[in-house]
């Protein structure tokens, strides 16, 4: 699965995507925020809060309690600011 | 009659005016928005999501000419670094009744700060900053019903 | 920061733009009422009333920045002959939020169609008629209030 | 008093202005539209239907039944179509 982060997400994470290959048990987005939490010091400051997150399957909106289900591309980041 | 493009090249409105113009229409309407130069921004630089973004803006456009009777709908966001006065974001709508072009043009712009893929980063001299989302632009989107 | 103009000169509108653009808003909301092509309409002709056009414009412009915190307020009206697919009429208004920006735009089309005196008269070939005043502009203007 | 004429009006007229001198009965816009029918056959065509008129004295718009009081300007025409 490919995760895909923005904004102060990219910068804590310190990548703008990785490749990861999530545990079986990992099967909503908030699972897979959880679980990226612990790999590196800077996971852990970018999904500290994850009421401050935002999330999107394979480029569409879906809430943190989505399920991953077929995902291949999964994004990160906060509530969103253009226009 | 849907245009959309996002790109880090200046905003080019006497074109896209005329262009959305071209369709026959009895009214346009456009909103522009600026970086504000009256807050102390030097910079703003504008973050989204290739792909993502181009898909969104198209859906939204998409449900505005499926809501009013449209005869175009444009939809520019520029990315990238702009400093204060230059235009971030552009919507037009076109229609044969100046209601419809209004109506739709306030929809395009309160549902894009919401529904569409873009982060603003201000910078004040050495200071970077991500802009926090605005519970008001929630409330703005939310005007228009599901 | 208000900008009024009646003039049989086509309508600039790039100029116009950049003119009330530079008065450090955030937002820009304009409408542009063009000739419709789609009614076998030939050419459009503006008749006004010198002076009192351009006063009654004023007063308009300056309701809506007493009604709204606007940077600028511009109307711009056509007068003369005009072929299909010409501007007719342009308004624009900016301010720091888009709110004011869109809702003071609408303001002034909706009240500029009931209280300024123009008057169109539509040609299709070898005829000529003076257009109605519709009564759905007379309910815009009034959604507005007093 | 200046009397001004627009669009239809002015064609049926036959004049874009003239200046009048209205007895001293005619004291509202209604009256002095009613005293012009009387000028000619066009005034006549032109004021047949006050009810489709529209008034402005010295350039504010104001209702049929305004008096004239010191008007210096008056204005009839059709409902506006601007815009």
Do not use: N
């Not at chain 1, 809430?63 to 906060?78: M, T």
């Not at chain 2, 449900?63 to 009777?69: I, K, L, V």
Request: proline fraction near 5%.
């Amino acid at each position: 699965m490919d995760v895909l982060y923005f904004a102060w997400v990219r910068e804590r994470v310190g990548a703008g995507h990785e490749h990861v290959d999530p545990p079986a048990g990992i099967t909503t987005v908030a699972d897979l925020i959880g679980w990226l939490a612990g790999r590196s010091s800077g996971h852990a400051a970018a999904f500290a809060e994850p009421e401050r997150l935002r999330a999107a399957i394979d480029q569409k909106f879906v809430p943190l309690d989505a399920p991953l289900g077929r995902a291949r591309e999964v994004a990160l980041f906060p509530p969103v600011t253009g226009g | 009659m849907i245009r959309i493009a996002v790109a880090p090249e200046p905003i080019d409105l006497a074109a896209e005016l005329a262009a959305i113009e071209a369709g026959g229409a009895g009214g346009i309407a456009s909103f522009t928005g600026l970086v504000r130069a009256d807050d102390g921004v030097t910079e703003l630089e504008l973050e989204h999501y290739p792909g993502m973004t181009e898909a969104a803006l198209t859906e939204l456009a998409e449900s505005a000419t499926q809501r009013w009777s449209l005869l175009g709908a444009t939809i520019i966001h520029r990315v990238g670094r702009m400093r204060p006065g230059e235009r971030i974001v552009f919507v037009a709508t076109a229609a044969l009744h100046r209601r419809e072009a209004l109506d739709a043009c306030a929809f395009l712009i309160d549902r894009l700060k919401t529904g569409a893929p873009f982060w603003k980063r201000e910078r004040r001299g050495e200071d970077a900053a991500w802009v926090e989302a605005k519970v008001s632009d929630d409330a703005a989107a939310g005007r228009w019903g599901a």
